[in-house]
């Protein structure tokens, strides 16, 4: 199975500020890898699909990037409502994998 | 819109099955695969399996292969899953997702406990 490891687990972070999560995978997966954005109750809502595409409707402070089997997802400016826990996960090969997620909290 | 809703909460007995529901509506149901997801201790996500609602034709984790079975009613564009013999280590949400995870259903909140 494909190993994702996903960085940092929680993040306490400023209104305003840019932030940075990053998923790496234990082997070449393209561009296969989703962000997902969950609040808590909730079910998860696709951010980013094949790495960079930003999922329609979903704001444009929200961006994907990647290099070889380090996947980010970046946050330009961040929003109160942008509170929530998020992952990734590749699509890649079967079983499909998950990062451990990332909860996203206001300093 | 697409949307999946699934089968209401469930409490259930240690050794019992529990058989949970996901109703597709806003596309043709056949068109795309259903994937299923147990999320533990609200964060760890693990994929149980998926079915292909056209052939029948299912994949399932081979952690999940003697425990989950997967089936769809396509006349009422519906998916299903059972969990059987069931443990405190199966207390967990379980959702339904779509095609390559785009959509998910809003999760049923399975507790096994006597």
């Known amino acids: 199975d494909i190993q994702v490891t996903q960085s940092p687990s929680s993040l306490l972070a400023s209104l305003g500020e840019r932030v940075t999560i990053t998923c790496q995978t234990s082997?070449?997966?393209?561009?296969?890898l989703n962000w997902y954005q969950q609040k808590p109750g909730q079910a998860p809502m696709l951010l980013i699909y094949?790495?960079?595409s930003l999922q329609t409707g979903m704001p444009s402070r929200f961006s994907g990037q990647y290099s070889g089997r380090s996947f980010t997802l970046t946050i330009t400016s961040l929003e109160p409502e942008d509170i929530a826990n998020y992952f990734c996960?590749?699509?890649?090969?079967?079983?499909?994998?998950f990062g451990s997620g990332t909860k996203l909290e206001i300093k | 819109q697409v949307k999946l809703l699934q089968s209401g909460a469930a409490l259930v007995k240690p050794g019992d099955s529990v058989k949970m529901s996901c109703k597709a509506s806003g596309y043709t149901f056949t068109d795309y695969i259903i994937h299923w997801v147990k999320q533990s201790h609200g964060k760890s996500l693990e994929w149980i399996g998926y079915?292909?609602?056209?052939?029948?034709?299912?994949n399932y984790n081979e952690k999940f292969k003697s425990k989950a079975t997967l089936t769809v009613d396509k006349s009422s564009s519906t998916a299903y899953m059972e969990f059987s013999r069931l443990t405190s280590e199966d207390s967990a949400i379980y959702y339904c997702?779509?095609?390559?995870?785009?959509?998910w259903g809003q999760g049923v909140m399975v507790t096994v406990s006597s």
């Open positions: 094949y790495a960079t």
């Open positions: 079915i292909n609602p056209y052939s029948g034709g299912t």
């Open positions: 996960l590749q699509h890649y090969s079967a079983p499909p994998t």
């Open positions: 082997q070449s997966i393209s561009n296969n």
């Open positions: 997702a779509q095609r390559w995870f785009d959509y």
